[in-house]
C-alpha cells in the first residue's frame, strides 16, 4: 500500500470539480423534490389521489416507483429513488473507470505501477475515492430529509438504500473496467447495466400488487428482486423501513471489487477478459475520410442507442392504448394532468396522446445522450493525441469537427426513427386507432430541434474551452434534461423551466400545432453550431485531460 494517501489525494485533485457538482446537484435535487411535493401535492388528500391513480395505471410507474403511503417524505421518495438510483450508479461507474481502464489508455498505469505503488493500490486509492464519494451523497440525501422535518428512522435508511445503489454500481464499474479493452467499451457496458437495473426495476414496479392492508401501499413484483435499484426501493424508509435489502447492494459492490482487484493481479497492463479484436493489415476504402473514421468509433456505442430507442418506443406504443383501458373516467382529468406535466407547460389533450408525447420526451432525452456523446469523443480524441495525427495529413480542422457533428445528427435522426417505428409497431399490437400513428410522428419530429440544441451548446463548450468538454457537457445535458422532463412533475417556476430547450418542444396534443419555437431553436442550433466550427478551426490543439 505504498503511495496510498499520495494516490487518493491525486483522485480528489483531478475530480474535485466534477465531484462538486455531483453533490450539489444530490443536494438541489433532495430540495427541490421537497418543495415539489409540498407545492403540488400539499396535502395528504391531494397524494392519496395521485397514488389511487398510479395503481390504476401501471404503466406510469415504470418512469416513478411503488407507491408506499401519503406521508410527504414517502411520496417524495417514490417519485424520485429511481432517478436518483439512475444517477449515483452512472457517477459511481464514470469514477471508477476513468481511474482504471482510462488511466491504463493515457499510459499513467504503466507509470504509477512502475514505483512502489504496484498494480493493486491505485485500485485501492480508487474503491476509497468512490466509497467516500457515495458516503457525501448520501449524507446529502439523509440530511436533506432531516432538514425538512423528516424523522431519523426513515431519513437514515433513505440515504443508505442510495448508498447501496452507489456502492454497488462502483464495484460493478471497476469489474467492468478490467473485463473490456477500452474506457469507452468498459463504460458502455456499465452504464447499460445502469439502465437495465433501472428498466427491471420499473417492470417490477408495475406488476406489483396494492397490499391488502394499505390500499395507498403497493409491494413491488417479484422481478424487481433482479435489480439494485429495486433493492433500495425495497428498504421502504418511510413506511415499513427494512435495513437488510441494502446489505444486497453492499454485498454485490464488495464482490465486484474483489473480483476486480483478483482480474487486476492476473492480467497485464493493456490487456482484458475480453480482448480487443484484431484490426485489418489495411483499411477499408470507406475509412479514407473523417466521417468515415468518426462513424467507426462510435459505431456500436450508436447500436447500443438505436436498441434501447426501438425498445423505448416499443414499450410505449404497446401502453399506451392500455391506459384508456385501466383509467376510469372519473380520473383521467386528473391523470392527464400529471402526464402532461412531463409532457411539456400547459400540455394538455387526450390522455393517450399526452402519455405518448411525454414518453418521447424521454426517448428525446436518449437521442440527445447519443448525439453529445459524438462531440465528448471528439474531446477524447483530442486529448488523446490521435486528433493530432488526423489533423497532420490533408485533413482540416473544419473537416475534422465536422465529421463528429454530422454523425452526431445523424446518430439522433437514426434513434428518432427506430423508436417511431417501435411505437408504431407496439401500438399497432395493440390495437391503436390510426392517428395514433401521426402522433407517435409528430412527438418524435417536435424533439429534434431540442437536442439539436442542445448538440450545438456542447460543441460551442468544446470549442471555446476544450478541458471542461466532457465534465461541463454532460453537466449541460444532465440538467436541461430534468429540468425539462421533470421540471413541471416538481414545480418548478417557469424561468426554471425555460432554461431546457426541452421545455420549448412543440405540443403536438393542440389542435393548432404551434413549430415556431421549433423553428428557431433550429436556426439557433445552426448558427452555434457554426461558430463553434469556426472556433475550433482558430484555436489551438488542446492535448491532455
Not at 475515492?129 to 440530511?143: F, K, Q, R
Not at 435495513?243 to 464488495?254: D, I, K, M
Not at 389533450?349 to 428525446?364: K, P
Not at 396534443?509 to 452555434?528: C, H, K, R
Amino acid at each position: 500500500m505504498s503511495g496510498l494517501g499520495a494516490l487518493l489525494r491525486q483522485r480528489f485533485r483531478r475530480d474535485r470539480i466534477q465531484l462538486l457538482v455531483w453533490v450539489l446537484g444530490f443536494a438541489a435535487l433532495a430540495s427541490v423534490g421537497h418543495s415539489a411535493v409540498e407545492q403540488s401535492y400539499g396535502t395528504a388528500t391531494d397524494r392519496a389521489g395521485v397514488i389511487a391513480l398510479l395503481e390504476q395505471t401501471p404503466s406510469v410507474l415504470i418512469l416513478r416507483g411503488t407507491p408506499q403511503g401519503t406521508q410527504t417524505d414517502a411520496f417524495q421518495f417514490m417519485l424520485l429513488f429511481a432517478f436518483l438510483g439512475v444517477m449515483i450508479g452512472l457517477m459511481a461507474t464514470f469514477l471508477a473507470v476513468r481511474h482504471t481502464r482510462g488511466d491504463e489508455e493515457q499510459g499513467r498505469a504503466e507509470l504509477v505501477e512502475s514505483t512502489p505503488a504496484g498494480r493493486i493500490t491505485p485500485l485501492v486509492a480508487t474503491v476509497i475515492e468512490g466509497v467516500i464519494a457515495v458516503a457525501v451523497i448520501a449524507v446529502v440525501n439523509t440530511g436533506g430529509f432531516l432538514l425538512y422535518g423528516a424523522d431519523a428512522g426513515g431519513a437514515v435508511p433513505a440515504g443508505l438504500a442510495l448508498a447501496s445503489v452507489g456502492l454497488c454500481f462502483l464495484g460493478i464499474g471497476l469489474l467492468a473496467a478490467q473485463v473490456m479493452r477500452t474506457s469507452r467499451g468498459a463504460n458502455g457496458v456499465a452504464a447499460a447495466l445502469v439502465a437495465a437495473a433501472y428498466m427491471v426495476r420499473g417492470i417490477g414496479d408495475a406488476t406489483g400488487t396494492v397490499d391488502a392492508d394499505d390500499p395507498l401501499s403497493m409491494t413491488a413484483g417479484w422481478i424487481s428482486w433482479l435489480s439494485p435499484i429495486g433493492w433500495g426501493q425495497r428498504t421502504s424508509p418511510f413506511s415499513d423501513p427494512a435495513w437488510w435489502p441494502v446489505l444486497l447492494g453492499v454485498l454485490l459492490g464488495a464482490v465486484a471489487v474483489v473480483g476486480a482487484i483478483a482480474l487486476r493481479s492476473s492480467r497485464d497492463i493493456d490487456s482484458s477478459i475480453i480482448p480487443e479484436r484484431a484490426g485489418r493489415a489495411h483499411a477499408r476504402a470507406s475509412l479514407s475520410g473523417p466521417i468515415a473514421l468518426v462513424w467507426r468509433e462510435l459505431r456500436n456505442p450508436t447500436i447500443g442507442w438505436l436498441v434501447a430507442g426501438a425498445l423505448f418506443g416499443l414499450l410505449v406504443g404497446s401502453l399506451s392504448e392500455t391506459l384508456t383501458a385501466s383509467a376510469p373516467a372519473d380520473v383521467k382529468q386528473n391523470l392527464g394532468d400529471t402526464v402532461g406535466s412531463i409532457a411539456g407547460p400547459n400540455a394538455h389533450g387526450d390522455l393517450v396522446d399526452l402519455f405518448i408525447v411525454a414518453m418521447f420526451s424521454m426517448i428525446g432525452a436518449i437521442a440527445a445522450v447519443c448525439a453529445v456523446q459524438s462531440v465528448a469523443r471528439a474531446r477524447q480524441d483530442e486529448a488523446n493525441g490521435t486528433a493530432e495525427i488526423v489533423l497532420s495529413t490533408a485533413v482540416s480542422r473544419i473537416r475534422w469537427f465536422l465529421g463528429y457533428l454530422v454523425i452526431a445528427v445523424v446518430s439522433t435522426l437514426l434513434v428518432m426513427a427506430v423508436a417511431v417505428l417501435g411505437a408504431i409497431a407496439g401500438a399497432a399490437g395493440a390495437g391503436a386507432p390510426s392517428g395514433t400513428i401521426d402522433t407517435i410522428t409528430s412527438a418524435a419530429v417536435a424533439q429534434l430541434p431540442a437536442v439539436f440544441l442542445l448538440l450545438a451548446v456542447v460543441a460551442l463548450v468544446f470549442a471555446l474551452v476544450p478541458r471542461l468538454t466532457i465534465g461541463l457537457g454532460w453537466t449541460v445535458l444532465l440538467l436541461a434534461i430534468f429540468v425539462g422532463q421533470f421540471g413541471g412533475l416538481f414545480g418548478l417556476p417557469d424561468w426554471a423551466r425555460d432554461i431546457s430547450p426541452f421545455s420549448h418542444t412543440p405540443i403536438v396534443t393542440e389542435a393548432d400545432v404551434d413549430w415556431a419555437p421549433a423553428w428557431l431553436m433550429l436556426g439557433i442550433a445552426v448558427v452555434v453550431a457554426a461558430a463553434s466550427v469556426l472556433l475550433v478551426r482558430r484555436r489551438d490543439v488542446a492535448l491532455g485531460g
